[in-house]
């Protein structure tokens, strides 16, 4: 049971080019969510998701495009990058929005 | 919009002290209240989960208070010890199945 685990783990872009990062996780949670962390800030919501087949925008989706084709499998695009997404992106899933379990993060750098 | 602000930002004492981390929201139509520890480099681990109707939780060593009236909640961490040093991030769960996490306080446990 690995739990909630995140792709790649590191990554440097130059601005314009696209990437996607991939989120999975093996307890069957029906929602997903995409958060980033700033330097001295909390985690925001870029984007979730309640099921196959759903998303929703949250706080700052701006930039971001997801899709949730598989229970198991929630990924985010970013169709042209830009240094101001330079962050640390966390997934996290759950049965209720109550709990959520929170992957390792990726540490996105955008040059 | 709901603001989470957390107070100290980063906090430095010696092993064995009991301390108190504070978290304050806008609005008190929460329905419930976390603390997570990040760890460097590591994804969210939840500590306790308060819920609206609730005063407080309790584990081990961690006791966390939710005063929704004051918007305001407390983290205490008795006996402290170098383990514990660790960044604690508070998230409120509101309306749309959102956690809107505050900016974290980073502890460091002397030995």
């Known amino acids: 049971n690995a739990g909630v685990t995140q792709t790649p783990k590191f990554r440097v872009l130059k601005t314009g080019q696209s990437m996607t990062l991939l989120c999975a996780q093996d307890m069957n949670h029906e929602y997903m969510y995409w958060y980033r962390q700033d330097p001295g800030m909390g985690l925001r919501l870029i984007h979730y998701?309640?099921?196959?087949?759903?998303?929703a925008k949250g706080e700052v989706p701006d930039g971001y495009n997801v899709s949730r084709l598989k229970k198991q499998n929630f990924l985010l695009g970013l169709e042209s990058a830009a240094p101001s997404q330079t962050s640390v992106y966390f997934c996290?899933?759950?049965?209720?929005?109550?709990?959520?379990?929170f992957g390792p993060g990726t540490r996105l750098t955008v040059l | 919009k709901q603001e989470v602000t957390q107070i100290p930002a980063a906090l430095s004492v010696p092993e064995g002290e009991n301390l108190v981390l504070n978290c304050s929201f806008t609005?008190?139509?929460?329905?419930?209240l976390q603390w997570f520890r990040q760890d460097p480099g590591k994804g969210l681990t939840s500590l306790l989960l308060?819920?609206?109707?609730?005063r407080e939780q309790t584990s081990g060593r961690l006791n966390a208070s939710l005063d929704k009236s004051s918007g305001r909640s407390t983290l205490y961490i008795a006996a402290s010890q170098p383990g514990d040093s660790a960044t604690y991030l508070c998230a409120v769960g509101g309306a749309g199945n959102m956690l809107t996490f505050g900016g974290g306080t980073r502890l460091m446990v002397k030995p």
């Open positions: 609005d008190s139509a929460i329905y419930n």
């Open positions: 308060i819920q609206s109707s609730q």
């Open positions: 996290a899933s759950s049965t209720t929005p109550d709990t959520q379990y």
């Open positions: 998701s309640v099921g196959e087949g759903t998303t």
